[in-house]
């Protein structure tokens, strides 16, 4: 009964290659956002997608491509991936804007 | 986004004793929100402030949303060894969908 599920919880990979993570919510909530968290823990929002439409992307990198096939789920493609790319990426949810924050386990990518 | 202010960046405090930490921002934010992280976990939110000088409690945690909406605070009394972990606070505009995050106080509890 997970209310916001992230996969996979790890991800080694090499510089250049393509990877996903994926994020699913079964709160029912309308919106969803990708937060990344820096090697100091600093976490710092990416997207924010309400209803399957993007709400906010904040000066991400074009490699970094977000998709919402529904409600309930927001996919992260990273293409190109970098060393600067290292990081634990977070996906939360809420019921819409203004409200509360759900945050999935996190994934713990690893570029080397 | 905003960047907010958050301090002390870490404590190591003996059990029993009582913490206190602050967040402050140039900007006015309608919400301000506390969480905790602990080690490979997601951020769960602790107290949530809707308005300004509201003072909250969650059983030995209290927050204050500042009246100049620039700042807030989160109190602990009494730590326990499992209150361990990084608090973070964030600050949320009208526009409402991203969080501002403070760069977060990791609390260390020793028995």
């Known amino acids: 009964d997970t209310a916001v599920s992230q996969t996979p919880k790890y991800l080694v990979t090499q510089m250049g290659n393509d990877k996903s993570i994926k994020c699913e919510q079964n709160?029912?909530?309308?919106?969803m956002y990708w937060y990344k968290q820096d090697s100091k823990k600093f976490l710092k929002i990416m997207f924010s997608?309400?209803?399957?439409?993007?709400?906010i992307n904040e000066t991400v990198p074009n490699r970094f491509s977000p998709k919402s096939p529904d409600k309930a789920h927001l996919n992260l493609h990273i293409n190109s991936l970098e060393l600067g790319d290292s990081a634990v990426y977070f996906c939360a949810s809420s019921p819409g804007a203004q409200e509360t924050q759900y945050f999935g386990p996190g994934t713990r990518l690893l570029v080397l | 986004g905003q960047q907010l202010n958050q301090s002390p960046q870490s404590m190591f405090i003996q059990e029993g004793e009582d913490v206190s930490m602050n967040c402050t921002s140039s900007?006015?934010?309608?919400?301000w929100l506390w969480y905790k992280q602990e080690p490979g976990e997601g951020p769960v939110l602790l107290i949530a402030?809707?308005?300004?000088?509201e003072l909250t409690s969650n059983g030995r945690l209290t927050a204050q949303f500042g009246i100049t909406r620039k700042d807030s605070f989160l109190n602990i009394s009494a730590s326990i060894p499992s209150d361990v972990g990084i608090y973070f606070c964030?600050?949320?505009?009208?526009?409402?969908?991203?969080?501002?995050f403070g760069k977060g106080t990791s609390l260390l509890v020793t028995p």
């Open positions: 709160l029912g909530h309308d919106t």
């Open positions: 964030a600050g949320q505009t009208w526009s409402g969908y991203a969080l501002n």
């Open positions: 402030l809707y308005k300004a000088g």
């Open positions: 900007s006015i934010f309608n919400t």
């Open positions: 997608y309400n209803n399957k439409e993007l709400i």
